[in-house]
């Protein structure tokens, strides 16, 4: 019995500022979003080159093309540049037939989406961009897309980050799932921390940075989540960036089979891997000073949700006040939850839906030595299956 009390005691304390981050997060992002400062509209248009990073994605990158090409521009100077990374297929020619720029990239010893990144702002970056937007090769966006994040950079954005949803939510009851926690982890959280002024964070997709940005902090992360990596960098080097909750990019989620794992591993593998490595040191920084670092650390502490209420739930064997700290923090993510599916403009689907999350939590419970050998140093970036796909030996 001891025993059990001095575990759920741990975990109180453990989940204690990831509780402090969801309430202040939900409680900010419920608010009002900020308003902007009209801009004079400046002369000439604004030169947007568009980043998509795509290994053997024939089947997708057309659609992602076609889709930037057609959202409105407003004036804006736009290339879609596809970087055909590693590809065994014939993505770079599909790419080119509906319309793209395409880089042509093969490393052996390089793979991932990082350094497919890396490898194309070095080379645009020589010419007359403004400002270069990221978006996944299996993804569509919004008709708004580029006049919003245009207008950011038109009123002095450094950085920007839109809105990032599933695109096929209604394919399964995980995608479904999926959608909500993208509700909360890529739009209300967000969301709250441009209200509190903090910089939003970027997630890998529909995220944009202006050319002086790039120059000042080049985008060398290389991890398997080298974009939660590149924003730690950008905190440290004082650029912040601005959401854009107008406009939105749609990935596909995978529905099931082993792209569902390789994908959840990946994430949340390697948030635990960035936890490890980066908390020690912004915790030193915090300490001389540089409070701006306080909440990047504060949303690393915070685990990925299934694992944050499993904690929850161990520390309601706490002896009170613990056990009661505990059940406020069950409390803050019912209320996150429902305030994400508000703010993120879901359904009664949407609420329905988190009846199956006891069962998700037990799965990704299941999931946990995939995701610990995931977060070893060195872990190899995997591409996600797609749920077309067949596996070919």
Avoid at 30 to 45: F, I, L, N, S, Y
Avoid at 209 to 227: G, I, K
Wanted: with cysteine; charged share 20%.
């Amino acid at each position: 019995m001891i025993a059990l009390t001095l575990v759920g005691a741990v975990a109180a304390i453990v989940t204690l500022p990831g509780s402090i981050e969801l309430l202040m997060l939900t409680c900010a992002g419920m608010m009002r979003p900020r308003v902007r400062r009209a801009q004079a509209a400046q002369t000439g248009g604004l030169a947007l080159g568009i980043v998509v990073p795509a290994h053997n994605e024939s089947e997708n990158i057309a659609r992602a093309v076609r889709s930037l090409l057609r959202a409105d521009r407003g004036g804006i100077r736009l290339t879609v540049v596809v970087v055909a990374d590693n590809c065994a297929d014939n993505t770079a020619e599909v790419a080119a037939q509906a319309g793209a720029r395409v880089l042509v990239r093969f490393n052996d010893k390089e793979r991932g989406k990082g350094y497919a990144l890396d490898y194309a702002f070095r080379e645009l970056i020589q010419e007359d961009f403004d400002a270069f937007i990221v978006v996944d090769a299996d993804s569509e966006v919004s008709g708004n897309f580029l006049t919003a994040i245009g207008d950011a950079f038109r009123g002095g954005a450094d950085a920007a980050q839109c809105r990032y949803l599933v695109r096929n939510s209604g394919d399964s009851v995980r995608t479904r799932l999926m959608n909500v926690a993208l509700f909360g982890f890529n739009v209300l959280r967000p969301r709250g921390r441009d209200r509190l002024g903090l910089s939003a964070g970027i997630y890998g997709n529909g995220f944009a940075l202006s050319a002086d940005t790039l120059r000042r902090v080049p985008y060398t992360a290389a991890s398997v989540v080298e974009d939660l990596e590149y924003h730690l960098a950008l905190v440290r080097a004082g650029v912040r960036v601005q959401f854009v909750d107008s406009a939105a990019v749609y990935g596909d989620m995978p529905a099931a089979g082993a792209g569902v794992k390789t994908q959840r591993a990946r994430w949340e593998g390697g948030r635990f891997r960035m936890m490890a490595e980066k908390i020690p040191a912004l915790t030193g920084e915090i300490l001389r000073g540089r409070i701006r670092l306080a909440e990047p650390a504060l949303d690393l502490l915070l685990l990925p949700l299934a694992f944050h209420v499993s904690l929850l739930l161990v520390a309601l064997l706490a002896p009170a006040p613990l056990r009661e700290i505990a059940l406020a923090g069950l409390g803050a993510v019912a209320l996150h939850l429902f305030a994400a599916i508000l703010v993120g403009g879901g359904t009664t689907k949407d609420v329905a839906v988190l009846a199956a999350a006891p069962l998700y939590i037990v799965w990704k419970i299941l999931l946990i030595p995939k995701l610990f050998a995931t977060s070893r140093s060195g872990a190899a970036w995997v591409r996600t299956e797609r749920a077309k796909e067949e596996k070919i030996p």
